[in-house]
């Protein structure tokens, strides 16, 4: 059943325009994090200096939906040069830290982008949107105030999602190579939530909106693929809560993945290659 914010002619994330609206705020952040947060906020400048413009959350701490003990802190950065080497075993450093300080947290993500990609032509429908919508400000200036707008159209599933096929390869090769339980575990977790974000966007420009929550997104697919919504949702449960079982592994490289590539190329094409 698709959610009942979904009416009046524009789906649940967007503004009256029929835009994607931001998600996230720092208002929203669950009492229990906002200590692993001002950390972040303090340390990020004495590692980068200068040569950071931009830090910003996504993910569920700032939509305030995170779980303590159970979510991870994810940040993204814009530096003025490429990143290198050095940058990341520095953010490395600090995320086994701030990791190990705080038991709120299970684990600490970062990108790291240059200024100048994250602003470019190719990324302005994929790692742009992704800024510009999905992530909060922390410090710095706001990087969407250089992008434009989005609707949920086929362009932004196109270049959000529409390497499916090329990251598929990239899957074939882990699997074999997670050989305990927790690093399955940790594969079924990122495989899972993102084969549904995927078939989500798949279906984003009819169901005409945007949501970050996996089984929301689950729902929206079943609505139009019910003969693949069993799966689909099975995913979304274990993008939250995932198990170890190889079984899950195989089903999504030998079945639901590729099946998954195939309709989103012919619905949507496929995504402009990267160098």
């Not at 940058?87 to 600490?108: N, Q, S, Y």
């Not at 809560?241 to 094409?269: C, F, I, M």
Request: aromatic share 8%; hydrophobic share 40%; net charge negative.
């Amino acid at each position: 059943m698709i959610s009942s914010r979904h009416q009046d002619g524009h789906g649940t994330g967007l503004d009256p325009e029929g835009y994607i609206r931001r998600e996230g705020d720092l208002g929203l952040i669950p009492r229990p994090f906002q200590p692993v947060v001002a950390a972040a906020r303090d340390r990020l400048p004495a590692l980068f200096g200068g040569r950071m413009t931009s830090a910003y959350l996504y993910g569920s701490i700032p939509r305030g939906t995170a779980r303590v003990g159970r979510s991870d802190l994810d940040l993204l950065l814009a530096l003025r040069e490429e990143p290198t080497e050095a940058d990341r075993d520095d953010i490395r450093a600090l995320e086994e830290a701030l990791d190990k300080e705080f038991a709120e947290i299970d684990g600490v993500g970062t990108l790291l982008f240059s200024r100048a990609r994250l602003l470019s032509d190719l990324e302005t429908y994929d790692l742009g949107w992704f800024v510009s919508c999905l992530c909060t400000p922390l410090l710095g200036e706001d990087l969407a105030e250089h992008l434009p707008r989005y609707r949920p159209d086929s362009r932004l599933a196109r270049e959000t999602n529409g390497d499916l096929a090329l990251v598929l390869e990239r899957w074939r090769t882990r699997v074999p190579e997670a050989t305990t339980e927790e690093a399955r575990r940790t594969l079924v977790r990122g495989l899972s939530r993102h084969l549904v974000r995927t078939g989500f966007t798949l279906v984003m420009p009819r169901w005409n909106g945007w949501t970050s929550d996996l089984r929301e997104m689950a729902e929206a697919f079943a609505a139009y693929y019910p003969e693949r919504a069993r799966q689909m949702r099975a995913a979304a449960v274990l993008g939250y809560e995932p198990n170890s079982d190889p079984a899950v592994l195989r089903s999504y490289v030998d079945d639901l993945g590729p099946w998954l590539a195939e309709e989103y190329a012919r619905v949507h094409g496929v995504k402009a290659p990267r160098p």
